[in-house]
């Protein structure tokens, strides 16, 4: 009964900045981390950036810099503005959340991404 919707993919040039947003719905009690990830054609997906509560982040390589990870915690929602996009941030991005449920059992949850390309 949880739901994790992405949102705030789309074409960009290089250089260029998107703002992604994921909102998590349904029987949740608390949400722990929250992060994202993104997967190109024929290649693992990948951790780019997680946040828990407190507001403590962490950030792949690749993205420090010019990817910044928030989050409003009243509207159970993650957010990631990517600044300076690099064609090789081409991917689908998804979000995750390890949510406590009623049964104070946590997992984890996926969204079913949002594709982000960067063109030269």
């Known amino acids: 009964q949880v739901q994790l919707v992405e949102s705030g993919g789309g074409l960009v040039q290089a250089g260029g900045s998107l703002r992604l947003s994921c909102a998590a719905s349904?029987?949740?009690?608390?949400?722990?981390?929250m992060g994202w990830y993104r997967q190109a054609p024929g290649k693992q997906r990948e951790l780019v950036a997680t946040?828990?509560?407190?507001?403590?982040?962490n950030y792949a390589d690749s993205v420090k810099g010019r990817f910044t990870i928030s989050r409003d915690n009243a509207k159970n929602t993650v957010y990631l503005q990517m600044n300076s996009l690099k064609p090789e941030d081409t991917a689908v991005y998804y979000c995750?959340?390890?949510?406590?449920?009623?049964?104070?059992?946590?997992?984890?949850?996926w969204g079913q991404g949002t594709q982000v390309t960067v063109s030269s």
């Open positions: 349904g029987s949740i009690f608390s949400i722990n981390a």
């Open positions: 946040i828990i509560t407190a507001g403590s982040t």
């Open positions: 995750n959340a390890a949510i406590v449920g009623p049964l104070a059992y946590v997992r984890d949850y």
